[in-house]
Nanobody
Framework: QVQLVEYGGGLVQPGGSLRLSCAVSGSIFEVFVMGWYRQAPGRQRELVAKIFSGGTTNYADFVKGRFTISRDNAKSAVYLQMSSLKPEDTAVYYC???????????????WGPGAQVTVSS
């Protein structure tokens, strides 16, 4: 059974840094794209950043220059280094992956359970 496991959420002061990690658990054939989304109370889930297997990255405008996404293809893992955090970054952050379990399978979308990030003094 394929699952996404997230690590690294918590409480941080404004201007601080935090690193989120996510790894694919279970046997898979190929990962196409991995990324991070977030959802604040009363708001829709939104893309934060994503990274494709070849290394291409996409960032939401509100995190450009502050967050960096990276990936370890060998470990099927993705990381989000967050710096200069603001109170408005407070949200549940969800790891996302589009992958194939086997060579004959179609692409499936998987989500982690979410990690709470709270930016507050």
């Amino acid at each position: 059974q394929v699952q996404l496991v997230e690590y690294g959420g918590g409480l941080v002061q404004p201007g601080g840094s935090l690193r989120l990690s996510c790894a694919v658990s279970g046997s898979i054939f190929e990962v196409f794209v991995m990324g991070w989304y977030r959802q604040a109370p009363g708001r829709q889930r939104e893309l934060v950043a994503k990274i494709f297997s070849g290394g291409t990255t996409n960032y939401a405008d509100f995190v450009k220059g502050r967050f960096t996404i990276s990936r370890d293809n060998a470990k099927s893992a993705v990381y989000l280094q967050m710096s200069s955090l603001k109170p408005e970054d407070t949200a549940v952050y969800y790891c996302n992956a589009v992958l194939r379990v086997g060579p004959r399978d179609g692409w499936g979308t998987y989500w982690g359970p979410g990690a709470q990030v709270t930016v507050s003094s």
